[in-house]
């Protein structure tokens, strides 16, 4: 074989090698595992936020929002900050009824002042009104401790 020759099929042999060990790999995701949280679905509701923070002065804001599904004439909300006790039950410390929203948006804010020491929760209890129904649901925030 003639110089030409060998490197041409050297070259040959290199782009099959080359190409014959080139694999296309696929990864399928891994599902994770199942999340703790629940998600609840609601008719009239597409969700429902509740906070609380407290700064070391004792001044505790309470925050909420209520987001309707298109159609939705007005929210209606209680909204009731509870402090709790060690033995796991609730306390009401303050409430605010029928504070109410046209739309379907509603947002609310409010500071109250709590004694420290102590651990408080915060819930809201919101009736949504829909296409001539309506729906109650709640959502509390996490229990935070006054410092």
């Known amino acids: 074989m003639t110089i030409v020759k060998k490197s041409f099929?050297?070259?040959?042999?290199?782009?099959?090698?080359?190409?014959?060990?080139?694999y296309l790999v696929y990864a399928n995701e891994q599902k994770e595992a199942a999340s703790a949280e629940i998600t609840p679905f609601w008719a009239h509701t597409a969700a429902i936020n509740a906070n609380l923070n407290i700064n070391n002065s004792g001044r505790a804001v309470m925050s909420g929002t209520v987001f309707g599904n298109p159609g939705t004439t007005h929210i209606v909300v209680n909204a009731v900050l509870?402090?709790?006790?060690?033995n796991g039950t609730t306390t009401s410390v303050v409430s605010f009824n029928n504070i109410r929203?046209?739309?379907n948006f509603w947002f609310w804010?409010?500071?109250h002042?709590?004694?420290?020491?102590?651990?408080?929760?915060?819930?809201?209890?919101?009736?949504v009104?829909?296409?001539?129904?309506?729906?109650?649901?709640?959502?509390?925030?996490?229990?935070?401790?006054a410092n």
């Not at 509870?82 to 060690?86: A, E, T």
């Not at 709590?114 to 929760?121: K, M, Q």
């Not at 296409?131 to 401790?145: A, D």
């Open 9 to 22: 099929f050297v070259t040959a042999m290199f782009v099959f090698a080359l190409f014959s060990f080139t």
């Open 82 to 86: 509870y402090r709790v006790n060690p």
């Open 101 to 103: 929203g046209e739309g």
């Open 109 to 111: 804010e409010r500071p």
């Open 113 to 127: 002042y709590v004694a420290r020491g102590h651990d408080y929760r915060f819930t809201m209890y919101a009736t």
């Open 129 to 145: 009104f829909r296409n001539g129904t309506s729906e109650t649901v709640s959502m509390s925030s996490r229990i935070v401790r």
